[in-house]
């Protein structure tokens, strides 16, 4: 099988997808190479927890609009430890480019940003999630995902809420007449 690099995509769960932890989560895909791949789920604010809350905990000013703002659940791994996706350039201490006008910071730098409204599209995620090498691989061959090529809408504007399915949309699928029964004649 060749090698397709995933970054800057969607992985959607398939409807046949057996782990429960990623039902109606939408990953945006961060990296992906031969050594494995990782990612962050971007359709799942966190119940608890607001950009706000967050930055006052760290004895940061908030406003009301950060206040308003959920952080993510990006992931299972490090759930206590934040990244937060934006659009702009990698000008802080520990930043990179995923793509596409998207950039991941996990430097503290960005949060002075943060709480004086100077960014207008991000997501704070908590945690992460990753596969091993091959592994991402495996689980696509098994059908457990789908791949969407990600877009801007979808990752910072759209309603929590309804980015799964802008995604399934995407790729043209309508779940209300998705099947994963096989017939017989």
């Not at 961060?30 to 760290?58: K, Y």
């Not at 934040?82 to 998207?102: A, D, K, W």
């Not at 430097?107 to 090498?133: P, T, V």
Request: aromatic share 10%; proline share 4%; with cysteine.
């Amino acid at each position: 099988m060749t090698f397709k690099n995933l970054t800057h995509h969607f992985l959607i769960p398939s409807p046949t997808m057996n782990d429960e932890r990623f039902f109606d989560a939408l990953i945006y895909v961060c990296r992906h190479t031969l050594q494995g791949a990782w990612g962050f789920i971007i359709n799942q604010p966190l119940n608890i927890g607001s950009v706000g809350s967050i930055l006052d905990e760290l004895d940061l000013p908030s406003s009301q609009r950060n206040m308003n703002t959920p952080a993510m659940h990006g992931g299972f791994v490090r759930p206590e430890a934040g990244f937060v996706l934006h659009t702009g350039l990698p000008e802080y201490r520990s930043s990179f480019v995923i793509g596409e006008n998207v950039c991941l910071t996990t430097s503290k730098d960005i949060l002075q940003r943060l709480s004086c409204d100077e960014l207008s599209h991000y997501l704070l995620c908590m945690g992460f999630c990753n596969w091993q090498a091959g592994q991402l691989e495996r689980e696509i061959r098994q059908g457990d995902w789908l791949i969407c090529p990600s877009d801007l809408q979808i990752l910072f504007g759209a309603d929590f809420a309804d980015r799964l399915s802008l995604a399934y949309q995407k790729l043209g699928i309508n779940l209300d007449k998705y099947t994963d029964q096989i017939g017989r004649a």
